[in-house]
């Protein structure tokens, strides 16, 4: 009887065991919709998804009507998917309304002076002061000593690759961006870097451009040999026309939820947008090329898709509403998710937690996930080494690694991590396609966040 008994228990356990499922995705699963989404959105079709044009356009329709498909409610006002704002673009410059005069003479940009694209329109007329090259030190610590030194109402003329700098080139470009910025603060009105030697300093000081965008000075570069002389010894008043014809792109976040009428709210996101024919993130070559963007980011796009998906059909990962939200202008420094985080259409302090997907297509090269952020909250590293169904490597790093989409969230303190199979030679370039996609290798990835929604609950530092 006893025996009896005791087959009788244990079938039933067996039983109860074969039934219970795992949240798990595995490639028994279809993964056939995973690959087709990242394969349209890394299509040429799509004309590498850049901001305010074309091919973001498809990839906007294509994620709304994914969106709308599963069933997820619209997030933002007027019930719309959508959330539009503007990513600045370098400005053009207006022929013959851009130029510098000293006495008599003009020097036009067709003969070396270049305007940064991120200039404003502005007539400076007045006094030049060059503090180079006979100024020894850094020119900030130059200042500081001469405290009366004033630079107020003058146009600062500063040499580069001049013996100072030469001396501690590694830290170059901090130092020359901080002279820029002091030069600034002491009222100086314009900044004109001279490049007396060769093509190298031309486009260092390009570089520098960009580095400054944000900061509200005008700054060109002269390369022009005869010019440079004669601005770095002027004496003469001077005058220098800037004219720009400012641009900007129309960038737009894609967000819906999953409104379960839980008390949680957690937020997956990942950006589609990337780099279109390369044109405003330093390709000059001729031929256009189109930036794919496979890896960076159909992947975590198609990555998301799929786990709307399976939340949809797993009533266990049902306990939370879950926000998913399609950023754009990430590759223009996170101007979309940062803009979301200041626009949130409800209160983002509610967010528990949010995971980034950024560059997950490639775990084959890589073989580890590598999970980013993990000192934004102290429950991370407990749940992701809990984690019991996972096959693959993964490296949790503490550090935030800034260049991404969670990092915006971090800063408004909302926990955050990032998923991501590293970078690789193809990162940034025209060959990051459809065909180096691991497939294997996004159904894990899919498999580890089911598991990470589903585990979350148990942790309280999630539960807003
Ligand atoms: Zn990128």
Redesign the pocket.
């Known amino acids: 009887m006893k025996y009896l008994i005791l087959t009788f228990f244990s079938g039933v356990s067996l039983l109860v065991v074969a039934q219970v499922k795992p949240i798990y995705y595995s490639t028994e699963d279809d993964n056939t919709q995973l690959l087709n989404d990242i394969q349209y959105l890394a299509s040429d079709d799509l004309l590498g998804r850049l901001p305010g044009t074309e091919g973001a356009t498809l990839a906007i329709e294509y994620i709304e009507n994914s969106f709308q498909n599963l069933g997820l409610k619209p997030l933002f006002s007027n019930n719309s998917f959508l959330q539009s704002f503007n990513i600045p673009r370098p400005s053009e410059f207006p022929k013959n309304q851009n130029y510098i005069v000293i006495g008599n003479d003009t020097l036009k940009p067709e003969n070396g002076l270049i305007r940064s694209p991120y200039s404003i329109s502005k007539e400076f007329s007045g006094w030049s002061l060059s503090l180079h090259p006979k100024t020894q030190g850094s020119l900030v610590q130059n200042f500081t000593q001469k405290s009366k030194t004033t630079l107020k109402g003058k146009l600062v003329i500063i040499e580069i690759f001049d013996k100072r700098h030469k001396k501690k080139n590694t830290r170059l470009y901090s130092m020359l961006q901080d002279e820029i910025l002091e030069a600034q603060n002491r009222g100086a009105e314009e900044v004109i870097l001279i490049a007396k030697h060769n093509k190298k300093e031309v486009s260092f000081s390009k570089n520098m451009f960009s580095k400054l965008k944000n900061s509200n000075i005008n700054i060109s570069i002269c390369f022009n040999r005869k010019w440079s002389r004669r601005l770095l010894r002027n004496k003469k008043s001077i005058l220098s026309m800037t004219k720009v014809s400012k641009r900007q792109a129309e960038g737009q976040n894609i967000g819906g939820v999953l409104d379960f009428g839980a008390k949680t709210t957690v937020l997956i996101g990942a950006h589609y947008d990337?780099l279109g024919t390369g044109q405003f993130h330093g390709n000059t070559s001729k031929e256009i090329e189109i930036y794919n963007g496979a890896d960076?980011?159909a992947s975590g796009v198609g990555v998301m898709l799929e786990v709307v998906r399976q939340v949809k059909t797993e009533t266990r990962l049902q306990d939370k509403n879950i926000v998913f939200v399609a950023f754009s202008g990430?590759?223009d420094g996170l101007i979309g998710s940062n803009f979301f985080v200041k626009n949130c259409p409800f209160d983002p302090k509610t967010i528990s937690f949010m995971l980034n997907i950024d560059m997950v297509g490639r775990l084959n090269n890589s073989d580890s996930l590598i999970i980013y952020g993990t000192s934004s909250s102290s429950e991370w590293d407990e749940l992701i080494n809990g984690l019991s169904n996972v096959e693959i490597n993964i490296k949790n790093v503490a550090d935030t690694f800034p260049r991404s989409d969670h990092a915006s969230f971090i800063k408004a303190g909302i926990p955050s991590v990032m998923f991501h199979t590293g970078l690789h030679k193809d990162y940034?370039k025209p060959s990051d396609d459809f065909d180096k996609i691991d497939p294997l290798g996004l159904v894990k990835i899919t498999g580890v966040i089911l598991e990470i929604l589903e585990s979350s609950s148990k942790f309280k530092r999630f539960i807003n």
């Open positions: 990337h960076d980011n990430e590759e940034h």
